[in-house]
Structure formats: C-alpha cells, structure tokens
C-alpha cells in the first residue's frame, strides 16, 4: 500500500512540473542555452577525447617543434647522416650503425616494397642511401627529416626518439612502434655527437667542441643529461657520467611530477624537454631557473623566460599531454614471473617491506606530493640537488619489467631488482629473510 501511495505522488508530481510555464524572474544561464543547441555536451567531450588523443598522437610521434633549425641549421647533423657522396661530410651513416646507436626503425611506416627488401636481405644495411630512405619515409622513430626536392636538407627530433621504441618483429631495432617506452639501446650521446658543429653547445657551457663530444660519449646507452644546460655539471662527485637513465613516459595517469626528481608535471616537463632540450621554437617560463648558484648556465642564458616567435609547441602542450597519459603500462608476459611466489610477495610489499607507504597500489606513487629526501632513500644527493626541490620523486613502479634493462633508480646505480630490495633491507633495517626478499622480487617483476 505504501508503494503505490509512494507512486502516485512520484506520477503526480512529474505530471505538475511538465505542466509548470517557466517560472518567471529566474534568469537562464544563456551558456547552457546555447549549449543545449549543439549536439550535447557529452557528445562534444567525447569527441573532444578523440580529437586530443588522435592529434597527441601525431605530435608525440612526429612533431619536432621546429627543432629542424638547431640539429639541421646549426649543428648540420644531417650532413653527418647524409655523407660526402650525398652532399654532406665523412662517411655517412648505414643502417647498421643507426641501429647499433640504438636508433629505431617504425615497420608500418616503410613503403612495402622496401619493407620486404629489408625482410628479404635484398637492400644493402650498409650504405647511407638506405638511411636516407628510411628518413624519408618517416620510419626512423623519433627523427624527422626535412626535405626538399626529394632531398633530406635537414633533421629535427621528436619526442619519440626518447621514449618510444619497436618489438623487434622484423629484426632488432626493426618493428612495431611501443609508445611510452623508454629507448634504453640508444645511444643519444654518441649521435649528438656526430654533428660537425657543436659549437652551440660548446659557446653555451665555455668549454671545447671536443669536450663537448666527450661528454656526449660519456652518457652511454640508455641515458641522457637534462640539466647539463642549465648547471653546467658533467659529472657526479665520483667522477662518473652525471647523465641518468631515460624514463618512461607511459603509466603516467594519475601521477602529479614527472621525473626522477620531480621538477613539475608532464605538461611542465614536455614545454621544457620540447624548448630546452629538443630546442624546437616555443614559450618556456620557469623562474626558478633564475637562481644562478643553482643554474649558472641557465640564469646567463635565460632558459627560465624563452619566448620563440613564432611558437610552435605552446598550442599543442594539450593533446601532447593527453595522449601521454593515455599511454597505459604495459604488462609483463606471463611466463617472466613466478605467480605464486608474486601473490606472496605483494604481502611482503604490502606489510613488512612498507613498500606500499610511498608505492601506493594501484598508481604504485603516493597521490599528492612524492617527494623525499635523499637521507629518507639512502642515496646521495647529488641529482636531487640539481632540482628545483631538491628531492627525489617516488618512481611509479607499473610496467617496471620495461625499464630494467639499464638499471633501476635514476641513475640505474642498481643493476637488478635484487640490488634495489637488498639495499632497502639494509636502509630500513627490514630485516627480511630470502624467501621473502625473493617473493618480493617476483611481485615487482609481475607489475
């Protein structure tokens, strides 16, 4: 009885507002008039989404932001590519090498007839002419190629050449693109360092164009300096490589810094990678880069105010950002890991290891500020020091089996996941016996 009461009110009063006239002397919001002409705000943020996810996309992969006019126009990296005999200088650049530098080849972006030369061992490997192709292409990840008149008159970098590589399913280095990924094979020292002019770096920190070339050569596989151009700092108080392992740019969704060491967001990080570091044209404004004890180089240059005209990086910080953290942490294979022994260890984790306070599932970083102390990790400061916060960023641990290859921590100072949890034991006074120290290490491998 009580249910049907309650029913007839409900009808009742549907009935009473339908027939209600617009109430008079409340004023309508006239944006959400004009909006109620279009095709419907949800319809409009989905396409939106796709809108910023398809663009972002493009721009992660193939936008140099202009970039072209430092690699190409000042340090002339494509005439080491090119060679002599393609009107550039020296020897040129096989395939061969690009791929032992690290560099990598997208499959589904060359033309069929010189994919299935390459399946097929029919093209030279060893001749720049095939470089040239592939740039041309657009299959080279992360490089772009000017060109004009059918001839590479340029290059320029994108974001891509960093942070993405290929699953190597033609042949190493040759494959399908794996957005997000960092490139740990590359060596984008030694490939600066092919440029016949480096005097702009050279001008900028006040040192030789060969001591720019030896510090480039330094970093090795895998890793790249940030900071050399605003601290100047080559090396690490132990007189190794101050460079540090390439970070992945997938599994970012829900993290609030970027980095090892935390300078700002990804949208932050982008602007600054995109003007400062892959030197394309746009506008970057971080005043604590004027802080010249801390950025000497930096300060004198004027890196915390640049200001590019026209800009060509601004307008696509948006879906360069969507598209990032659209980009998920990819799963390791099933067989890479103990299950069993991964249910027991994520207890560890969880409990006695306190891996969880600061690595909280399922972002596996604590939402908020991730910021800690070098005391609180039982590392040296010197990275963190060369950050505005001087601190270190809780690293997010999804995908992580990704990123071993190189070593773990921002400087890959330990070389496996056992390194990392027997260091942690002896900071923490865990106390951990084997088993667990080894159920821990197969929960990490299973993230």
């Not at 190629?145 to 970098?157: E, H, L, P, W």
């Not at 997938?250 to 090892?260: D, E, I």
């Not at 400062?276 to 300060?299: C, E, I, W, Y």
């Not at 560890?348 to 070098?374: R, S």
């Amino acid at each position: 009885m009580r249910w049907k009461l309650a029913g007839a009110l409900f009808a009742a009063a549907l009935l009473v507002i339908a027939c209600l006239p617009a109430m008079k002397g409340v004023p309508k919001n006239p944006a959400v008039e004009a909006e109620q002409t279009r095709t419907g705000h949800d319809a409009r943020i989905n396409a939106h989404a796709a809108k910023l996810l398809r663009e972002g996309r493009e721009i992660f992969r193939y936008d140099s932001f202009g970039s072209e006019d430092f690699w190409g126009g000042q340090l002339r990296l494509h005439e080491a590519i090119l060679g002599a005999e393609q009107g550039g200088v020296g020897p040129g650049l096989t395939p061969k090498q690009a791929l032992q530098l690290g560099l990598k080849v997208d499959s589904g972006q060359l033309p069929e007839i010189l994919a299935r030369a390459i399946d097929e061992g029919s093209v030279s490997l060893d001749d720049p002419e095939t470089t040239v192709a592939l740039l041309r292409a657009d299959s080279v990840v992360g490089v772009k190629a000017i060109t004009r008149d059918d001839k590479v008159v340029s290059v320029g970098i994108t974001c891509a050449i960093c942070h993405s590589t290929v699953d190597d399913s033609i042949t190493a280095g040759i494959g399908a693109r794996l957005d997000g990924w960092p490139n740990r094979d590359l060596d984008i020292g030694k490939v600066a360092a092919l440029a016949p002019n480096l005097k702009p770096f050279a001008d900028l920190l006040g040192v030789s164009e060969d001591k720019v070339r030896e510090v480039f050569r330094s970093w090795g596989p895998g890793k790249y300096d940030a900071e050399l151009n605003q601290d100047g700092k080559a090396t690490r108080p132990d007189g190794k490589s101050a460079a540090t392992v390439l970070p992945a740019a997938f599994g970012l969704a829900g993290v609030n810094l970027h980095t090892y060491t935390g300078w700002g967001s990804v949208t932050h990080w982008n602007a600054y990678v995109a003007i400062t570091q892959m030197h394309g044209k746009g506008t970057f404004f971080d005043p604590r880069l004027n802080d010249s004890r801390q950025f000497p180089v930096a300060a004198k240059a004027g890196h915390g105010n640049i200001r590019s005209n026209p800009d060509m990086v601004t307008s696509k910080l948006a879906a360069l950002h969507y598209y990032q953290l659209s980009i998920p942490a990819p799963e390791p294979p099933k067989d890479s890991f103990d299950a069993e022994a991964a249910a027991r260890g994520k207890l560890v984790f969880e409990g006695k290891a306190q891996c969880a306070t600061c690595h909280v599932p399922p972002l596996f970083v604590e939402p908020g500020w991730p910021m800690h102390t070098p005391e609180e990790l039982g590392i040296d400061d010197f990275q963190a020091s060369r950050s505005p916060d001087r601190r270190y960023r809780t690293t997010p641990l999804a995908g992580l089996f990704a990123r071993q290859k190189g070593g773990f921590y921002h400087d890959g100072r330990f070389p496996t996941y056992e390194a990392v949890v027997d260091h942690y034991d002896r900071h923490r006074r865990l106390r951990l016996t084997a088993d667990e120290k080894r159920d821990l290490v197969e929960f990490l491998k299973s993230l």
